[in-house]
């Protein structure tokens, strides 16, 4: 197939984009290379890409309406994969505008040309972060969504109530993946895995929010990744019987479905933090703090439904993922063991 990446550059868009070409698609990764964190790490990330004949990268921003719209008059995509987006939740409490900009404006766009290019396929990130303040575990995709708590949130929300109008009204199958926590090589520098490694290598404190009283539903990013592949080749039908209590989270005639992609095992913020200390062989200082604003205690993933759908379900245990992670963050920055 021929496939659109964007946020080629990023953590996800990189190895989804290699899972892609290995097997033999046809990619064209988009991504602005901003500065939101180091660039390097981005040009690292396409060095592992541009090897392939078959990828080729363009600098373009979502926000430029024009830019996008000629991209897919162009190329004629098969399918999309949509993970360009601003990320970070408490960075949305400092740029609001970057949020609108590039996860409202942008996805308009990509929905456009998904509208007006026949693509078959439209599969895009959204976020555990809806769920918001939800006390009830394991989150389902059932459940209400409608008290977000960072501006991010909101906007990942809006993503999947902007999915669902094109995919009722213009017929294209739209799957939004509800990530939960990811985490592995290559990863996002402003995450608690890198902060947490660096930090601990270097002999520094870490911050420890809520007073470690957290848990988080770590997923690596293999299995994030085969996630994503899998359901793009499955492209959303509507359901078959609809009778308002349907498979389809969000019970909707169209061709539109949602799916939690997590490790259905919460880990305790001190385990996740002892992990990363087994695997450096460091014990960390820790530094306790109260919750940060737009936070959540808990995120848990229920993700029968993504199972359901594509015969999958993520399974790497934190201890072993974590290893592999500070394995390549020394090889990355050339430490020593």
């Not at 993970?83 to 990509?110: C, K």
């Not at 009204?169 to 985490?183: A, K, M, S």
């Not at 530094?287 to 936070?295: E, K, L």
Request: hydrophobic share 40%.
């Amino acid at each position: 197939m021929k496939v659109l990446v964007t946020g080629a550059a990023g953590f996800i868009g990189m190895h989804t984009s290699l899972l892609l070409l290995q097997r033999g698609d046809e990619v064209v990764g988009l991504d602005n290379l901003n500065d939101y964190y180091d660039p390097q790490l981005k040009l690292d990330r396409l060095a592992q890409l541009t090897p392939f004949a078959n990828f080729r990268f363009v600098k373009l921003d979502l926000a430029d309406r024009d830019g996008i719209a000629k991209l897919f008059a162009e190329e004629k995509f098969e399918r999309v994969v949509h993970l360009a987006a601003q990320a970070g939740v408490r960075y949305s409490l400092e740029n609001p505008h970057a949020y609108v900009d590039s996860n409202l404006v942008g996805f308009v766009n990509i929905l456009e040309g998904c509208r007006h290019n026949a693509v078959q396929h439209l599969v895009y990130a959204s976020s555990s972060s809806v769920y918001g303040g939800n006390e009830k575990t394991p989150f389902s995709e059932h459940d209400p969504v409608d008290h977000p708590v960072s501006l991010y949130a909101a906007t990942k929300k809006a993503n999947e109530l902007m999915a669902h109008t094109y995919s009722h009204l213009y017929n294209i199958p739209t799957t939004g993946l509800r990530f939960f926590t990811v985490y592995g090589a290559w990863g996002r520098p402003d995450m608690a895995p890198w902060l947490f490694t660096s930090a601990i290598l270097e002999g520094r404190p870490i911050k420890v929010f809520n007073h470690g009283k957290m848990l988080r539903d770590f997923t690596y990013i293999d299995d994030i990744v085969q996630g994503v592949v899998r359901t793009l080749d499955l492209p959303a039908e509507p359901d078959a019987a609809y009778d308002g209590k349907a498979p389809n989270p969000g019970t909707s005639r169209a061709p539109y479905r949602v799916f939690n992609i997590g490790n259905q095992d919460p880990v305790p913020l001190m385990d996740f933090i002892a992990a990363i200390e087994a695997a450096t062989g460091k014990t960390a200082e820790k530094d306790f703090q109260p919750m940060q604003p737009g936070d959540v205690p808990v995120t848990s993933a229920d993700v029968s439904a993504l199972t359901a759908w594509s015969d999958f379900k993520p399974d790497m245990p934190i201890a072993e993922g974590m290893a592999r992670f500070v394995a390549w963050y020394r090889g990355y920055f050339r430490l020593s063991a």
